[in-house]
Structure formats: structure tokens, C-alpha cells
């Protein structure tokens, strides 16, 4: 009976973090945005159960960075890693903003989301990570005869309005890709 309990308290806590309506955009506002609480009565059980709010994990919660990265076939990969710094749990589902920008930190584009791909819920504790695969263009197009590098990315996490900025050296051909946060650093 417990365990069916637990279940059940998980999968609300998914369906309210799924519910959460994805914002995309850098202004500076600073309020988290937070999954309300719900209530729950388990089957053939008159016993109800509430579960806390849960925060959607923001700027001021996380810190981001990029990991490790790897070429090959004209792309550049890297996981963009969101790792909770603060004492509570924190959600994260769907893809983040990134916009790649040049040696001015002037804007120079905005990644697309890989089509396709998954996405899911991600609970962070405190000390956890979730990553994204950010996926760059190392093959000149057009009347390009080389590619030059972002020296920067506005990351934006899922479903929140602020974002960071995070150097990088990525190349800046066109084509930047991101795809949805995952649980763990590599973003796959």
C-alpha cells in the first residue's frame, strides 16, 4: 500500500511539473515560477495526501556551465550542464533558451530545438545536475570561407524568464541546436 502511495505521489508531482507553462524570454524578471500544490486520494482509501510546491529551477537556483565537448562530422557537441545550488528541490522540463553571442556579447543567433527529441521531467536535489546537449556548426556555408566562434551564450532554463551568460568557443556557422534538459551531465 505504501509503495502504490509513493508511486502515485510521484506521478502527481511529474503531472504538475509537466503543466508548467514553458516562457521563453530574457527580461529580468525575478520571480520563481513554482508547480502548485495538489491533493490526492489513493484508490479504496479514504486517506488524502497533499504534496509541497515544488520551484522550477531558475537562474538564482542553478549553476550553469558547459562540459566537456567533442567534434566530428561538422558539428561541435557539448552538454550544458544545470547543477542545483540551492537547498531545495527544484524541477526542470523541456528545453532551454540559448542564444549564441559574438566577441561584443552582441546577439549573433538563437539555437533551434532538435526536433524529435524526448522530452521529460527532471527533479533536481540539492547538488544534482541535468544537462543539454548543445550541438554547434563547424562547416562554413554560403560565401562563408571559415567559421568564426560565439564567445558567449545567454542560456535561459526551461519554463523561466532570467537568464545567465556562459563563455564558450563553440563555433558560430550557422545551424546551432539545442536539445531538452536530461537528467545527469552529458546531455544524452
Do not use: W
Request: glycine share 8%; proline share 7%; aromatic share 4%.
Amino acid at each position: 500500500m505504501k509503495k502504490i502511495v509513493i508511486l502515485l505521489l510521484v506521478a502527481v508531482v511529474a503531472l504538475a511539473a509537466a503543466l508548467v507553462i514553458e516562457v521563453r524570454s530574457h527580461s529580468n524578471s525575478s520571480t520563481p515560477t513554482t508547480v502548485a500544490p495538489t491533493s490526492t486520494t489513493t484508490p479504496n482509501s479514504s486517506t488524502t495526501t497533499t504534496t509541497k510546491s515544488i520551484t522550477v529551477c531558475s537562474v538564482s537556483t542553478l549553476a550553469i556551465s558547459l562540459g566537456q565537448g567533442s567534434a566530428g562530422a561538422g558539428h561541435v557537441t557539448s552538454p550544458l550542464i544545470f547543477k542545483n545550488t540551492s537547498s531545495a528541490v527544484c524541477v526542470m522540463r523541456g528545453y532551454p533558451g540559448l542564444d549564441g553571442g559574438n566577441a561584443a556579447h552582441t546577439l549573433s543567433e538563437s539555437a533551434g530545438r532538435a526536433s524529435g527529441a524526448t522530452v521529460s521531467t527532471v527533479t533536481l536535489q540539492p547538488g544534482q545536475s541535468a544537462s543539454a546537449l548543445v550541438v554547434a556548426v563547424n562547416v562554413p556555408s554560403g560565401n562563408q570561407s571559415t567559421c568564426g566562434n560565439f564567445s558567449v551564450f545567454y542560456v535561459t532554463p526551461p519554463n523561466t524568464k532570467n537568464y545567465a551568460q556562459v563563455p564558450t568557443s563553440m563555433p558560430s556557422c550557422p545551424g546551432l541546436t539545442v536539445y531538452p534538459v536530461v537528467a545527469g551531465t552529458t546531455g544524452l
